[in-house]
């Protein structure tokens, strides 16, 4: 009928094949919630652990219960497969009939809530791009550049920004006496291509070293010690601007860990209470400055799209230290980045609506 806009078809795709399954889960049961169904069409698209893709019929799948961190099942759904075919933007179920009789659903916009490798990695990203389908976030340079620890230090560095001593450890290598005398102790060791603090140790004793290197390889063979930075640990937000070209700064926020782990893991992140955020951050006006100036500076030094965050260190003489970029920040009710926002004056509903329309305004192609 005349004058009645269509809502807009999203999928929002979650779970994965990595380690952050269930923070992918229980994030998109946070943006689910703030969507208005008056807006928008939503398509539940689960990827359960094996990488099979389903249809979900309900948003049971992303709630915790009994305590256990969500998981998708693909017994739950229906399975489906996206089209690689820019001129179909479908959805099409593994019923090869069903699939040449009629659509499973086009689709206007994807949200691919995914955290760590086969999702913020540039490889569903890629996937969209073939696809010919709108997407929430970076393209498929910026998110595997910033994926991998490595070459996300090497361009940040390259652009001028500041970034803490490190070394790269690949298969079978171990860290030289040269290395050890550099970075010193504390070390921090984690795995190169990982995320939510999964398989990350601090080291204080160089006998516990190999140990820390085991767990980190356990998730990834390339694995990453990183000096400690003495100073605050700082996170900010940034969003891709509406109203033209460049990217805004949320307001930072501080990370205090009272925790017996003495820095912000996985437990911290997501189970403990032990964890304290400040919101601004507890830093002069002037080094609140610079944090949110080096966070945009990083985002479009990766040539990020959409959205990032950017986790930083500041020293106590005021200096900032680049820590990490995250291309899909998560999104569950006690994320930093949805809470910097809200803090900023953009509220958790408003913040998912301009990242469709950030998606839908960029289209597919290169970012």
């Not at 009629?102 to 073939?130: A, K, N």
């Not at 995320?195 to 990350?200: A, D, K, L």
């Not at 700064?249 to 820095?263: D, K, L, M, N, R």
Request: glycine share 10%; net charge negative; hydrophobic share 45%.
């Amino acid at each position: 009928m005349a004058g009645i806009r269509r809502r807009i078809r999203l999928a929002l795709l979650f779970g994965g094949r990595s380690t952050e399954h269930a923070i992918s889960c229980v994030s998109a049961g946070g943006v689910l919630r703030a969507l208005d169904p008056d807006v928008y069409d939503v398509v539940l698209v689960g990827i359960d652990p094996s990488g099979r893709w389903v249809v979900l019929p309900g948003a049971d799948a992303l709630a915790p219960a009994d305590g256990e961190l969500p998981s998708v099942a693909a017994s739950r759904g229906t399975g489906v497969v996206l089209a690689p075919d820019p001129t179909m933007s479908r959805l099409l179920p593994h019923d090869a009939t069903q699939a040449i009789r009629s659509p499973f659903g086009d689709i206007d916009v994807v949200f691919p809530l995914l955290h760590g490798p086969f999702g913020e990695d540039g490889t569903v990203q890629g996937l969209l791009e073939m696809a010919g389908l709108p997407y929430i976030g970076s393209g498929v340079f910026a998110s595997a550049a910033a994926m991998d620890k490595q070459h996300m230090k090497s361009l940040l560095r390259a652009a001028g920004l500041p970034i803490g001593p490190y070394a790269v450890l690949r298969a079978g290598q171990t860290l030289s006496e040269a290395d050890q005398e550099r970075l010193g102790l504390p070390v921090f060791v984690k795995p190169a291509r990982g995320g939510s603090s999964i398989g990350i140790s601090r080291v204080d004793a160089w006998a516990d070293l190999d140990t820390a290197v085991k767990t980190a390889r356990a998730n990834d063979p390339k694995v990453l010690v990183e000096a400690a930075i003495t100073g605050c640990e700082i996170e900010c937000g940034v969003l891709g601007r509406l109203d033209g070209p460049g990217a805004q700064a949320s307001i930072p926020a501080q990370i205090t860990v009272t925790s017996s782990a003495g820095f912000y893991d996985f437990e911290a992140k997501y189970v403990s209470d032990q964890t304290r955020f400040d919101i601004p951050a507890r830093l002069s006006p002037a080094a609140l400055d610079r944090v949110q100036k080096v966070a945009v500076a990083a985002f479009e030094a990766l040539d990020c799209a959409g959205l990032a965050r950017v986790d930083v260190f500041v020293t106590p003489e005021d200096q900032v230290v680049v820590n990490e970029v995250n291309t899909m920040p998560g999104f569950t009710p006690t994320s930093m980045f949805p809470r910097m926002w809200e803090a900023s004056g953009i509220t958790y509903p408003q913040l998912v609506d301009r990242l469709v329309r950030l998606a839908l305004r960029d289209g597919a192609g290169l970012r």
